[in-house]
């Protein structure tokens, strides 16, 4: 068999959900950041998108600008990064701002931070160059990090495909939920649904979840039983 060599300084194995977020410095349009470590006991969204001055990071930038307050108010940071230098994220930033009304948005000022990668060094860190898609600019990945620097969630989305922004605070609301509660959510779960509890440990108790009729549970099967959690008990905690 002939011998492959693979220079390892050259592969860049993406996190996994439970890693701890690898950590970097970078310069960003809202000044020096560490990373994971400036913004412990936060939760933080990680997100690459393609190039600055294009349509679709556009719109989504719009949209995030717009919700920003939304996703502060549940304890998240913000944080953006594409491979361009911070002088094109302020002029795109300031276009954005000054000349652009989609969809009844303007004046969209965006405080978050968007980091200047022009090295690619965090972009390969985190695996958002995809080498098929593009060898030059990043995919539009999202890295859900936790107040305790570790990674709970990823999504990529090809860079001809805009985010949906209702699902990406939806995951956040979830994850959240799940750590305050200690549950599973099932398929579509929005705040007020039923949620799954942690499946029994003994063959007791799997009996006398199926056959209890007076407790909360709702058991379709000895491994699946839901229980009501309110919209309102689970946005008094969201953001803790």
């Known amino acids: 068999m002939e011998n492959v060599n693979v220079n390892l300084e050259q592969t860049n194995v993406m996190p996994r959900i439970g890693d701890v977020a690898p950590a970097f410095t970078a310069k960003t349009t809202q000044g020096d950041i560490n990373f994971p470590k400036d913004f412990k006991g936060k939760w933080t969204i990680l997100f690459s998108h393609p190039?600055?001055?294009?349509?679709?990071?556009t719109t989504e930038f719009m949209t995030f600008g717009k919700m920003a307050k939304e996703f502060e108010d549940l304890n998240c940071q913000l944080i953006g990064l594409s491979i361009d230098g911070?002088?094109?994220h302020i002029a795109w930033l300031r276009t954005i701002q000054e000349k652009i009304d989609y969809k009844g948005m303007?004046?969209?000022?965006?405080?978050?931070?968007?980091?200047?990668?022009?090295?690619?060094?965090v972009?390969?860190?985190?695996?958002?160059?995809q080498p098929n898609a593009s060898t030059t600019s990043a995919v539009r990945a999202v890295f859900y990090i936790d107040p305790k620097g570790i990674i709970r969630?990823?999504?990529y989305y090809p860079s001809s495909l805009g985010r949906n922004f209702d699902e990406l605070k939806r995951i956040l609301i979830g994850l959240q939920t799940v750590d305050n509660f200690g549950v599973a959510l099932p398929a579509d779960w929005r705040p007020g649904d039923e949620v799954i509890v942690p499946?029994?440990?003994?063959?007791?108790l799997a009996k006398e979840r199926t056959e209890d009729k007076t407790g909360d549970l709702k058991c379709y099967d000895w491994f699946f039983c839901t229980k009501q959690i309110s919209k309102e008990e689970v946005e008094k905690k969201l953001g803790k």
């Open 51 to 57: 190039a600055d001055f294009t349509p679709v990071c």
């Open 199 to 204: 499946p029994p440990g003994s063959c007791g």
């Open 106 to 121: 303007k004046n969209i000022e965006i405080k978050f931070p968007l980091i200047d990668d022009i090295s690619m060094k």
């Open 86 to 88: 911070l002088f094109s």
């Open 123 to 129: 972009a390969n860190l985190y695996g958002m160059i």
């Open 153 to 155: 969630a990823i999504m």
